[in-house]
């Protein structure tokens, strides 16, 4: 007897993108999906592509680290994410946020967010739009995309160019002494965790006295 999925037909990888990218404009078209009460901000509603070194936290480390942002940026607060898309998603989901948030990320299918996402290359960390400002946001909150320190250096530029001095960094315990170097910030006790479970340990940095020790 044959094999039941023997026959179930493959999709090649470019039926797939096709596919992402039909639902992805469709889900532009009817706005954010609310029947199940799930909403394009809902952490998980745009897929980790690996292939961007795209990781998301789980649903409490998102909301930790989201609850962190607004007690740093205070009421009016401005919160600048840089590759922490996880993190935006929890600010947005939260109703009458008194903040402001922006988004700087590599994946353009953030770009559904409307004027709060950024197009952001760490490779070119000061081609940034004109409406992001030197030194405009109450707390700049990143999470690099590798564990180098070029990468960490080249993002540490955009870092301090946006923020008025705070800075929550989340990245490897490998890259500690490099997180002190390149942007004065001290490992905190809180361990984030993600979504799927990496094979390197995971820290937060900060530069200011935060609920996460």
Request: proline share 4%.
């Amino acid at each position: 007897k044959m094999d039941d999925d023997d026959d179930v037909p493959q999709l090649s990888s470019q039926a797939l993108a096709a596919l992402q990218e039909f639902y992805l404009e469709q889900e532009q078209r009817e706005g954010p999906k609310t029947s199940q009460g799930s909403s394009q901000y809902s952490v998980g509603s745009i897929e980790e592509n690996w292939q961007l070194s795209q990781f998301w936290y789980s649903e409490e480390t998102a909301s930790c680290l989201a609850d962190e942002a607004i007690a740093a940026a205070g009421k009016d607060g401005k919160i600048a994410c840089i590759s922490a898309p996880s993190v935006y998603q929890k600010l947005k989901e939260r109703e009458g946020l008194a903040v402001s948030v922006c988004i700087l990320e590599y994946d353009r299918r953030f770009s559904v967010y409307g004027e709060e996402f950024v197009f952001y290359d760490y490779n070119s960390p000061l081609s940034l739009p004109e409406n992001l400002l030197p030194h405009s946001f109450d707390i700049v909150v990143a999470d690099p995309p590798y564990l180098s320190e070029e990468c960490l250096k080249k993002t540490a530029e955009t870092i301090k160019y946006l923020t008025k001095g705070k800075i929550l960094l989340c990245t490897g315990a490998v890259m500690e002494e490099q997180a002190a170097k390149h942007l004065g910030v001290k490992m905190c006790k809180f361990i984030p965790r993600h979504s799927r479970n990496l094979a390197n340990e995971f820290r937060c940095y900060v530069n200011y006295v935060s609920g996460l020790d």
